[in-house]
């Protein structure tokens, strides 16, 4: 199968994080689809139509897994491993920041061995704060930027927004495309923006923060939108990919997660390039997240089966996992009165 | 029947005689065709229905139509909703006789589970209402139940081999001690609680507060009068109850769910799991969102086995004892489900 008639896709290709210092040059050899924003438009409407009915049932079917026991266990702990933990609440205070980065550190202070989580994800105005808690546990700061949820701000204000996340110590920023040039067709004006926002990730020690770039699938409202918006950002060179900022009615689903899956794969196999996924939003049970890791191993496989490319966004999710690695380790069912409560 | 419609329809026609000819011819063709549809009917004389005249001088009319009888699926009561086993297993209900009455789903602990998790959501707002509402709401079941009495003489009589009077004295009796838990709600308060005299300038006020979230084995003998009287305590005082129904009887457990379903009590606060208390009751011992456990459904080893289950979350326990469920239910089985909350507070002097 040829999902990219345009292209020539280059086999045999070494793997590149989108992250690292080759992928830049990986990009380049397609520079001439990101050459003009006809160019843009002609391969982006190029990719070939989703089948929604067959992505729904293959989402659908992948969730029928049965994961139990050993298998379960290690899930859990891989699933805790993989979650940003989130507060992006107009009432977030410095103290519930700090509680969260302690969560994060040590989720369940009744059991040492439980893994600590990617990342700890706030406002940009907080990274400095959950940077001081964190310390050198090794958990990154993630900051959401770019006027965040809406994206609606001129561009001056969004770069200045990143540029200070990344000042306050942000090794991950989560930025918004602006859903309205996307819509109205303006694909070159997305392009360039996700280029200069991966910019204004460059620390002056010549280290730069991670740039996940978040669809609002929600907002794109078919799933041509997204696998389009997939490769444009892909192209545009974010480092991870994320559905959406958790403030829509519609936020992660399975089947947008496995068509974003599917798209990175592909991208993958076309440049050497490879960029991870996250969804956000919406995932609140140990099952639902089972559920994904199942789709994340039968659509890319392990190579994407570790924190540093499968995120959870989440808040309520780590509580439901700790309940059901206690209860796996203990026999009893456990209840909310023995988590903490955020 | 059918000369009493003819003479109806005739009337009706004739009162509407004057609204003009084309009604008034209307009203005449139907009341003919009601006519002979009521001949119809009456020659196929349906089961229970008097026949028509008509059919009793065909001595060899056509045979009759015999009505295929509709079963009743049982289902479990969870979150308010009546979902069917998770586990998908059912379980043959017999009579006392040995004859089958229905199936009934057979609860698994992932039921039980669900069931907890749907307690613990409904205890908050169930402990907060008012204690005249929950009185409301317990009248209202009375009130549902007097409302489907047959129905539940009829499923009391087959699961516990009853006289029907036998059978219907026991429903009147279980429809009562709604009415007296009812009654409760609003005045347990001051029997368990009330202004302590202390030694010092302080007010101090020791009031009762609902446990949380009960699990309750009910009675295997006493399959709907055992089991209000277990469960109506627990709810009154604003407690959520996960309650495992009489396993040889669980039938009218069952349809005591569709009864709390339409009295207004809110879904979660009362859930009915059918199955037996050795497989479902070792879950709901340990688990550690359980506040609370009923073990009057357990015999003797089980309920030793619970008791220690229960144990690890230090659960409040009611232990089993032999009980006459006809008798005056007294305040202990509502005293046994509550917390008591003092208050110290200042006075000046």
Redesign the interface.
């Known amino acids: 199968m040829s999902p990219l008639s345009p292209l020539t896709a280059p086999s045999g290709l070494p793997t590149v994080p989108a992250h690292g210092p080759d992928a830049a040059a990986r990009l380049a050899t397609l520079a001439d689809v990101t050459a003009s924003d006809a160019a843009l438009r002609r391969f982006l409407h190029g990719l070939p139509g989703v089948d929604a009915v067959g992505l729904e049932a293959r989402a659908a079917m992948l969730g029928t897994r049965s994961i139990k026991t050993t298998a379960k266990a290690f899930a859990i702990d891989l699933a805790i491993s993989m979650i940003d933990l989130t507060t992006l609440e107009g009432a977030d205070t410095p103290g519930k920041v700090r509680s969260l980065c302690a969560k994060g550190v040590s989720p369940d202070p009744t059991d040492r061995s439980a893994p600590k989580v990617a990342a700890i994800c706030v406002y940009p105005d907080m990274a400095r704060i959950a940077k001081d808690a964190l310390g050198d546990s090794g958990i990154h700061v993630a900051s959401v930027a770019t006027a965040f949820p809406a994206g609606r701000a001129a561009r001056s204000v969004k770069l200045a927004d990143v540029a200070d996340a990344v000042a306050a110590g942000a090794d991950e920023i989560d930025m918004v495309i602006d859903r309205g040039a996307f819509l109205s067709g303006r694909y070159m004006e997305v392009f360039e923006e996700i280029r200069a926002v991966k910019q204004a990730c460059a620390r002056p020690d010549g280290g730069a923060a991670h740039l996940k770039v978040i669809f609002e699938n929600g907002e794109l409202s078919t799933y041509d939108n997204i696998r389009r918006c997939s490769w444009l950002t892909m192209l545009a060179g974010a480092d991870f990919i994320k559905t959406s900022t958790g403030k829509v009615a519609v936020n992660a689903t399975p089947a947008n997660t496995l068509l974003m899956l599917e798209a990175v794969r592909d991208f993958r196999d076309t440049t050497g390039v490879q960029v991870g996924v996250k969804p956000a939003g919406g995932i609140r049970t140990s099952r639902d997240a089972i559920k994904y890791l199942v789709m994340v191993n039968e659509t890319v496989g392990d190579d994407w089966l570790s924190p540093d490319w499968f995120r959870f966004g989440a808040s309520s999710l780590l509580n439901d996992l700790l309940m059901q690695r206690?209860k796996l380790s203990t026999?009893?069912?456990?209840?909310?009165?023995?988590v903490t409560v955020d | 029947m059918s000369s009493e419609r003819q003479s109806k329809n005739s009337s009706e026609s004739k009162s509407s005689s004057q609204s003009g000819k084309t009604s008034d011819s209307r009203k005449i063709s139907g009341a003919k065709s009601s006519s002979e549809s009521g001949k119809t009917t009456g020659s196929k004389s349906a089961p229970g229905s008097k026949g028509a005249p008509e059919s009793g001088k065909k001595s060899a009319g056509p045979a009759v139509a015999e009505r295929l009888s509709v079963f009743k699926t049982y289902k479990l009561f969870v979150g308010g909703k009546f979902p069917r086993s998770e586990s998908g297993r059912v379980y043959e209900v017999s009579d006392s006789q040995g004859a089958w009455l229905a199936n009934a789903p057979l609860a698994s602990r992932k039921d039980a589970r669900d069931a907890v998790s749907a307690a613990r959501k409904a205890f908050g707002g169930w402990a907060g209402a008012t204690a005249y509402n929950r009185g409301q709401i317990l009248y209202r079941i009375a009130e549902m139940l007097e409302g489907r009495r047959e129905q539940f003489v009829r499923e009391v009589a087959g699961g516990e081999g009853l006289s029907p009077a036998g059978a219907a004295a026991a429903v009147d009796a279980a429809i009562d001690r709604w009415v007296w838990y009812a009654g409760w709600t609003d005045k347990i308060a001051q029997v368990a609680g009330g202004s302590n005299p202390v030694a010092g300038p302080f007010f101090n006020l020791s009031s009762p507060e609902p446990t949380g979230v009960v699990a309750v084995l009910a009675p295997q003998d006493s399959s709907f009068l055992g089991l209000v009287s277990v469960l109506a305590p627990v709810i009154a005082t604003g407690n959520a109850a996960v309650l495992v129904t009489s396993h040889r009887a669980p039938l009218p457990a069952l349809s005591l769910g569709e009864v709390l379903a339409t009295s207004d009590l809110p879904g979660g606060v009362v859930n009915l799991l059918s199955g037996t208390a050795a497989e479902i009751g070792p879950h709901l011992a340990a688990h550690s969102d359980v506040n609370a456990i009923d073990l009057t459904g357990a015999d003797g080893d089980l309920a030793r086995e619970l008791e220690i289950a229960a144990a690890d979350n230090l659960k409040r326990v009611l232990r089993p004892r032999a009980e006459d469920w006809t008798a005056d239910p007294g305040t202990g089985r509502l005293l046994a489900f509550l917390e008591t909350k003092t208050v110290w507070h200042p006075i000046g002097v």
């Open positions: 206690q026999g009893r069912y456990s209840g909310p009165d023995y």
